[in-house]
């Protein structure tokens, strides 16, 4: 739709923005979602899929597992799974600052990206670009709400508490 060029446009303008000074790069996975992860019980024993490994930013591959792992099961994002993934991911690699900072843009990125390589990934798509279409418009959303609490109004968040 026209909505969603216009969302996939301003998202890419928020990536061509973004200051990556202080936002520590290396070797990513790219991929970190729920059906790449291997477990026995509740022990992970291995990681799949290394197709999209790249080296890009570190916390890409934080928010692209965050994007999927905290969600609960209507698919709103949970924002008790998100500090709890931020928090295990701070005990092992401490984010920067401007990591921290940036985590909503990376995911609203990261989603957006998802969504594109969905589109065109055939006909039909392997997996719905709507569910990281969805997701794209409520970063988006948080991202106007927090411009609009740095004016003095209240905030909200796409994160319902549970």
């Given at each position: 739709s026209?909505?969603?060029c ?18 520590p790069?290396g070797l ?5 979602f729920r ?6 019980g ?11 490994a790249c080296e890009d930013l570190?916390?890409i591959d934080?928010a ?10 209507n698919?709103?994002p949970?924002e008790k799974?998100r ?5 295990g991911?701070?005990a092992?690699?401490p984010l ?5 900072h940036s985590?909503i ?5 990261s989603?957006?990206r ?6 065109l990934?055939?006909?039909?798509p392997?997996k719905?670009p709507?569910?990281?279409l969805?997701l794209t418009r ?8 927090e411009k ?5 109004q209240p905030r ?7």
């Amino acid at each position: 739709s026209i909505d969603d060029c216009v969302l996939l446009e301003e998202t890419i303008e928020i990536y061509r923005r973004l200051n990556i000074d202080g936002l520590p790069g290396g070797l990513i996975h790219g991929d970190l979602f729920r059906d790449n992860a291997l477990f026995i019980g509740e022990k992970l024993t291995g990681i799949i899929d290394y197709y999209r490994a790249c080296e890009d930013l570190l916390a890409i591959d934080l928010a692209v597992a965050i994007n999927d792992w905290c969600r609960d099961e209507n698919e709103i994002p949970d924002e008790k799974k998100r500090v709890a993934m931020i928090d295990g991911y701070n005990a092992i690699k401490p984010l920067t600052d401007a990591e921290s900072h940036s985590m909503i843009a990376l995911q609203q990125i990261s989603a957006a990206r998802f969504a594109l390589t969905r589109l065109l990934s055939g006909d039909p798509p392997l997996k719905d670009p709507g569910e990281m279409l969805n997701l794209t418009r409520k970063f988006a959303a948080t991202r106007r709400e927090e411009k609009r609490y740095q004016t003095g109004q209240p905030r909200q968040s796409i994160y319902e508490p549970h």
